[in-house]
DNA sequence: AGTTGACCTGGAGTGCACTCCAGGTCGTAG
DNA sequence: CTACGACCTGGAGTGCACTCCAGGTCAACT
């Protein structure tokens, strides 16, 4: 199957303007066209954006990004470094999700305070909360 | 206590540049000056730090800070909507969270193909590996 | 008295990841 | 046959969150 760029935009959730910018920043091979000379995308372009997307959502930059894309256009001799990249970003994924779930009890203490503040607001003199808030 | 600014910036992990920036655009309230006209932040304003940037690690747009920090000006009666900021950005965090575990997970499917493709590497014909990596 | 180093100000510059625009080409529907 | 919508190109513009700079003040050390 192949598809315009429009509905590749749909489907990997980017943006067109995303799609052109990514193939002129070389994140993306060019895909095929059309007769009239119109992108036509392929289901592996499809696959590569949407692996390229969780990427991004694990907050590799595109400079990475690049880097990766271009390893797999060498073939199988690229590969021990793009297992290396990928297990980098492996560890930085699961120390970001540490550090968020960090934030989260904190935010879970600060609105539970909040909520104490809310029961006793009629007894609590102007001001007093906010040395914790 | 008070601290200088280099001394608040090595406490707070944020730059000195940053430490003026986030004063200027009012997400910090000028801490007070010492006889020479030097800033001399408080432990009041390292803990506010310290909470800023928790909320920047969750991903919160200094925007949403900005109006955090301005409800805390106007007391106890901006308890309410401060309360709801942070039970969103919980939410938001929580998604966050989630959604990095399924990129861990999609890192893990793809780091654990690379550890087979070198353990196969000898009967591999070139290009194969490309199809799924 | 002079030099050093930390600090001050207002404003300009940076890097990232898009996002938008003007002006043009096609292929199909009315 | 012309009007429309989807697409094309190269290049400029945007928003965010800093980061850097020039030129200056001040207290302390030598």
Redesign the pocket.
């Given at each position: 199957m192949s598809y315009?760029?429009?509905?590749a935009a749909r489907r990997s959730g980017?943006?067109?303007?995303?799609l052109?910018?990514y193939e002129r920043i070389k994140l993306l091979d060019p895909p095929a066209?059309d007769?009239?000379?119109?992108?036509a995308y392929s289901d592996d372009d499809l696959n590569w954006l949407g692996f390229l997307t969780k990427l991004?959502t694990t907050g590799m930059?595109?400079?990475s990004m690049r880097e990766y894309a271009s390893l797999r256009r060498h073939g199988v001799a690229s590969a021990g470094r793009r297992k290396a990249l990928l297990v980098e970003q492996r560890r930085s994924v699961a120390e970001r999700i540490a550090e968020l779930q960090g934030c989260l009890d904190i935010l879970d203490y600060k609105i539970d305070n909040y909520a104490q503040v809310e029961r006793n607001v009629l007894g609590v003199e102007p001001g007093r909360e906010e040395i914790s808030a």
């Open positions: 315009s760029i429009a509905e980017l943006s067109i303007d995303t052109r910018y066209r007769a009239a000379g119109r992108r991004r930059p595109i400079k």
